[in-house]
């Protein structure tokens, strides 16, 4: 039996190399050639085993995760262009590129940049690796009463870290929740995928231990209520946190038999290191339940 277990360990630590090189060098050669020799199996058997493991084809899994590196990009960087995108992900034309973005997404990549959609792409996003992981993750915590201090960012989520600057401008100045020993949270207040830009509404949030001091911020003190919690990790830049969140909603939250609490979800971020590059980025999502 343990012998089972081990060669089970090994298994899954060889395809997580795989996954985890793919993930790294999506601009380089993802052959199946090449990924057969980073998981150390004959290329006869590795489309299969791939297939197995992860639950779709391997150039099927390449190409997602080339469409969901030009979708982050199109979304967060106004100068990168359709063409840009498309020879990013390793395609010939703008016009292939085009055919596969919207088969897999539903829609082009112009409108998309224009209006990003990330619930209809994460509902899109279906790979059974990924919701097997998910379901491991989850864990069920009771968070405590935390008092913070809160700056209200409003309008377009791709304004979000201007606030934030604003808000580390009032740590620095204050001296109130300090970043190395204070947790750093967000609330959003509303859905950037359903709402309006204008509409959106989302707290920057610091631990305190002290009132917060009048302030020229429009830093004002809350509290997130005590409560229990799921918790799960998202790992990478928060743009398409929406790819982690949407899934617990959809597949774990239903098959758990819990129910959802009154206070919204709210993140708190472990990497807030202006020097941790964003793919190393690590954020627990907190899902009050009842």
């Known amino acids: 039996m343990q012998i089972h277990s081990d060669a089970t360990t090994a298994y899954t630590k060889r395809f997580d190399a795989v996954l985890a090189y793919i993930d790294a060098n999506l601009e380089g050669d993802l052959s199946v050639g090449a990924l057969s020799r980073i998981a150390n199996f004959s ?20 190409q997602l995760m080339r469409l969901r590196g030009a979708a982050r990009r199109l979304a967060s960087c106004e100068s990168c262009s359709v063409l840009d995108a498309a020879l990013d992900a390793g395609f010939d034309s703008p016009e292939a590129f085009s055919r596969a973005f919207k088969r897999s997404f539903g829609m082009a990549p112009s409108s998309f940049r224009q209006h990003p959609k990330w619930q209809i792409w994460s509902a899109s ?23 913070v201090a809160a700056l209200e960012h409003c309008g377009p989520t791709g304004l979000v870290n201007e606030s934030v600057r ?20 967000g609330i959003p207040r509303s859905n950037p995928d359903t709402t309006p830009a204008d509409e959106f509404r989302f707290d920057i949030c610091g631990e305190i231990d002290e009132p917060v001091a009048p302030n020229v911020y429009g830093v004002r003190e809350l509290v997130i209520p005590s409560a229990r919690c799921a918790v799960v990790r998202h790992a990478g830049a928060t743009d398409h946190i929406g790819e982690t969140i949407y899934p617990i909603y959809r597949d774990w939250l239903p098959a758990s038999g819990e129910e959802l609490g009154d206070h919204p979800l709210f993140f708190h971020y472990l990497s807030v290191s202006p020097e941790t590059p964003q793919d190393q980025w690590q954020t627990d999502i907190y899902i009050p339940l009842v």
């Open 166 to 185: 604003q808000f580390i401008a009032w740590r620095t100045q204050s001296g109130q929740s300090p970043l190395p020993s204070s947790r750093t949270f």
């Open 43 to 62: 290329k006869f058997h590795f489309h299969r085993q791939f297939a197995a493991y992860v639950g779709v084809p391997v150039a099927r899994y390449v």
């Open 125 to 147: 996003f279906v790979v059974p690796y990924f919701s097997r992981k998910l379901t491991m993750q989850v864990r069920i915590v009771d968070f405590s009463e935390t008092r």
